[in-house]
């Protein structure tokens, strides 16, 4: 016996049964459907907001004009990250009848291009190895910074990482740049396992193009208007800017205090969906205004729990979902961490990166003999 709940076929007994029947009961078809009405409105709102925002980039008669230009083109191409292309590459922006991709959501999730990173490599870097296995050290490529950082408990610590939680910030603004050359790079990798050079040869030449053309757009046109010396000023400054919301957000809904890590070479003592609550946290589930108003820019992500146990639902039913997921882990005495706000998040991130610097200290580490495979959807 099974049931869904717009991811994947959960047994019926358990947590994860009584998890999927409380959400399936909360989730009836028209709250689904109103649900991703606000998506698609939301969609066309963030789509204006950076096409006007990148006409004001390359019309800008001035350096105020382009600061606040560049500033809403920052803002409005982290919004498509958040809210665009990652529920449409999770499946989740149009209704789909199963796991498999639809055509419909693969369109939409082109959207990945137009910030310049590549879908293909996207869904298989986020949906495989992240979701597949969050905060499982060897697997989970959020959490694998080489030796720049250890945000691991069982990863080896460097003399510099005590310094981490200072010079990581500024790092954090690369990671645009470290999505788009990682494409490339895994893609060389991917390539090797392909069945037929023609997919090879397709994926990437999509790759490559489709770089080629955000590098045309977001430096060429702007060049039309402006010397070249002041669009890379420019551009420069709004990937950075990127990079760090990406980086920041990000971060703070795994690397932080109470967060359980594991190692691949060992199995957690407990099944997908329990791991799934108990390697995230969500935060801001307030009702003022900015805790509203950052709800609705961050795509769904301040509650990254119900996000990794129902990545096929959308984000703007998270919220209906989040008391039931709530109650249901109480049921079964399990960890449900939330955040108070976005600020305790990033303060809870700055904690946790200070520690691990440290000398190694006894620390609750679950071990993990799970692969890829093993902890998917």
Same mark, same amino acid.
């Given at each position: 016996?099974?049931?869904?709940?717009?991811?994947? #076929?959960?047994?019926?007994?358990?947590?994860?049964?009584?998890?999927? =029947?409380?959400?399936?009961?909360?989730?009836?078809?028209?709250?689904?459907? !109103?649900?991703?009405? =606000?998506?698609?409105?939301?969609?066309?709102?963030?789509?204006? %907001?950076?096409?006007?925002? /990148?006409?004001?980039?390359?019309?800008?008669?001035?350096? !105020?004009?382009?600061?606040?230009?560049?500033?809403?083109?920052?803002?409005?191409?982290?919004?498509?990250? /958040?809210?665009?292309?990652?529920?449409? $590459?999770?499946?989740? +922006? +149009?209704?789909?009848?199963?796991?498999?991709?639809?055509?419909?959501?693969?369109?939409?999730?082109?959207?990945?291009?137009?910030?310049?990173?590549?879908?293909?490599?996207?869904?298989?870097?986020?949906?495989?190895?992240?979701?597949?296995?969050? $905060?499982?050290?060897?697997?989970?490529?959020?959490?694998?910074?080489?030796? !720049?950082?250890?945000?691991?408990?069982?990863?080896?610590?460097?003399? %510099?990482? &005590?310094?981490?939680?200072?010079?990581? %910030?500024?790092?954090?603004?690369?990671?645009?740049?470290?999505?788009?050359?990682?494409?490339?790079?895994?893609?060389?990798?991917?390539?090797?396992?392909?069945?037929?050079?023609?997919?090879?040869?397709?994926? *990437?030449?999509?790759?490559?193009?489709?770089?080629?053309?955000?590098?045309?757009?977001?430096?060429?046109?702007?060049?039309?208007?402006?010397?070249? %010396?002041?669009?890379?000023?420019?551009?420069?400054?709004?990937?950075?800017?990127?990079?760090?919301?990406?980086?920041?957000? /990000?971060?703070?809904?795994?690397?932080?205090?109470?967060?359980? +890590?594991?190692?691949?070479?060992?199995? #957690?003592?407990?099944?997908?969906?329990?791991?799934?609550?108990?390697?995230?946290?969500?935060?801001?589930?307030?009702?003022? @205004?900015?805790?509203?108003?950052?709800?609705?820019?961050?795509?769904?992500?301040?509650?990254?729990?119900?996000?990794?146990?129902? @990545?096929?639902?959308?984000?703007?039913?998270? #919220?209906?979902? *989040?008391?039931?997921?709530?109650?249901?882990?109480?049921?079964?005495?399990?960890? &449900?961490?939330?955040? @108070?706000? +976005?600020?305790?998040?990033?303060?809870?991130?700055?904690?946790?990166?200070?520690?691990?610097?440290?000398?190694?200290?006894?620390?609750?580490?679950? =071990?993990?003999?799970?692969?890829?495979?093993?902890?998917?959807?």
């Amino acid at each position: 016996m099974s049931t869904t709940t717009g991811t994947s #076929p959960v047994p019926s007994g358990g947590f994860a049964g009584a998890l999927s =029947r409380a959400v399936t009961a909360r989730l009836d078809p028209e709250t689904l459907r !109103l649900a991703r009405r =606000r998506l698609h409105v939301k969609a066309i709102i963030i789509g204006l %907001w950076y096409a006007t925002s /990148f006409v004001g980039v390359v019309l800008a008669s001035g350096w !105020l004009e382009g600061v606040v230009a560049a500033t809403s083109l920052a803002l409005a191409f982290a919004a498509v990250g /958040f809210n665009i292309q990652h529920d449409a $590459n999770h499946n989740a +922006f +149009f209704a789909a009848p199963t796991k498999r991709l639809s055509r419909a959501n693969r369109i939409v999730g082109w959207s990945m291009f137009v910030v310049g990173a590549d879908a293909n490599r996207w869904r298989y870097r986020h949906n495989t190895l992240h979701h597949g296995s969050p $905060n499982v050290a060897g697997i989970d490529s959020d959490i694998n910074l080489g030796p !720049l950082a250890r945000l691991a408990p069982t990863q080896r610590r460097y003399v %510099w990482h &005590r310094y981490q939680h200072l010079y990581l %910030w500024p790092l954090y603004c690369f990671t645009v740049l470290e999505i788009m050359f990682n494409d490339l790079a895994t893609l060389v990798g991917a390539s090797r396992h392909s069945r037929t050079s023609r997919s090879r040869l397709s994926e *990437a030449s999509v790759a490559v193009l489709t770089k080629v053309v955000f590098v045309v757009v977001m430096v060429g046109v702007p060049w039309l208007t402006h010397p070249i %010396w002041i669009v890379a000023i420019g551009a420069l400054a709004v990937i950075f800017g990127v990079g760090l919301l990406l980086g920041v957000v /990000f971060q703070s809904a795994h690397v932080v205090e109470g967060a359980e +890590f594991a190692q691949v070479d060992a199995r #957690p003592p407990y099944q997908w969906h329990e791991w799934q609550v108990r390697s995230s946290l969500d935060f801001s589930h307030g009702s003022g @205004p900015l805790s509203r108003l950052f709800r609705w820019y961050a795509g769904g992500l301040d509650h990254q729990t119900e996000h990794h146990l129902f @990545p096929r639902v959308p984000h703007t039913a998270y #919220p209906l979902i *989040a008391p039931v997921v709530t109650a249901v882990c109480a049921d079964y005495g399990i960890p &449900r961490r939330v955040q @108070p706000s +976005f600020h305790a998040a990033v303060a809870s991130h700055f904690r946790h990166l200070r520690a691990m610097g440290q000398r190694p200290q006894p620390v609750q580490v679950v =071990r993990s003999r799970t692969s890829t495979g093993a902890h998917g959807q």
